[in-house]
T-cell receptor
Framework: DAGVIQSPRHEVTEMGQEVTLRCKPISGHNSLFWYRQTMMRGLELLIYFNNNVPIDDSGMPEDRFSAKMPNASFSTLKIQPSEPRDSAVYFC???????????FGSGTRLTVV | GIQVEQSPPDLILQEGANSTLRCNFSDSVNNLQWFHQNPWGQLINLFYIPSGTKQNGRLSATTVATERYSLLYISSSQTTDSGVYFCAAEGGGSYIPTFGRGTSLIVHP
């Protein structure tokens, strides 16, 4: 099992550009989570999918953020337009069900200049 | 939602020492997880422990759900134990775990 796979590992972009982060969950896991980690706020849940359906997106900061899960093996988190305050490490995690143990991906370190 | 507090926020140890990290939560929990974030940023699930005690090598965890706390024990610490330890509690009517702010551990050789 390759675990949760995220890409890219690092992303540096200019303010105003569109950024797309990708995640492949563990096969058979039906819950997928996007988290953002910063020094100020710690780990924040952005959005949670169950069986490819967005269940809770109350953590999405604003309309510039959007997430999709077109099938059980792929999810994207898009920021358009990006701003310097979006700089953070973005993690994807999956689990067999919402309350089961999480497996995290390696994260994407986003820097917006 | 449920509140999760971890203590101490920072901990510095000499290699070989033992330590106990604490996680308090404000409501009854259905599930509790402990994670280790290594210095490279990777988050590794250590324990899934809604109640009782589990052991994995030098690490063990105990959750006393009725008293709303969980403990992570690290025995004979090694430099590779350095990093941040998070607990995440699911409860208080939510099915999504809430993460604490973590305990930052440095183990000196």
């Amino acid at each position: 099992d390759a675990g949760v796979i995220q890409s890219p590992r690092h992303e540096v972009t200019e303010m105003g550009q569109e950024v797309t982060l990708r995640c492949k969950p563990i096969s058979g896991h039906n819950s997928l989570f996007w988290y953002r980690q910063t020094m100020m706020r710690g780990l924040e849940l952005l959005i949670y999918f169950n069986n490819n359906v967005p269940i809770d997106d109350s953590g999405m900061p604003e309309d510039r953020f959007s997430a999709k899960m077109p099938n059980a093996s792929f999810s994207t988190l898009k920021i358009q337009p990006s701003e310097p305050r979006d700089s953070a490490v973005y993690f994807c995690a999956s689990s067999f069900d919402p309350g089961a143990g999480y497996t995290f991906g390696s994260g994407t370190r986003l820097t917006v200049v | 939602g449920i509140q999760v507090e971890q203590s101490p926020p920072d901990l510095i140890l000499q290699e070989g020492a033992n330590s106990t990290l604490r996680c308090n939560f404000s409501d009854s929990v259905n599930n509790l997880q402990w994670f280790h974030q290594n210095p490279w940023g990777q988050l590794i699930n250590l324990f899934y422990i809604p109640s009782g005690t589990k052991q994995n090598g030098r690490l063990s965890a105990t959750t006393v759900a009725t008293e709303r706390y969980s403990l992570l024990y690290i025995s004979s610490s090694q430099t590779t134990d350095s990093g941040v330890y998070f607990c995440a509690a699911e409860g208080g009517g939510s099915y999504i775990p809430t993460f604490g702010r973590g305990t930052s551990l440095i183990v000196h050789p």
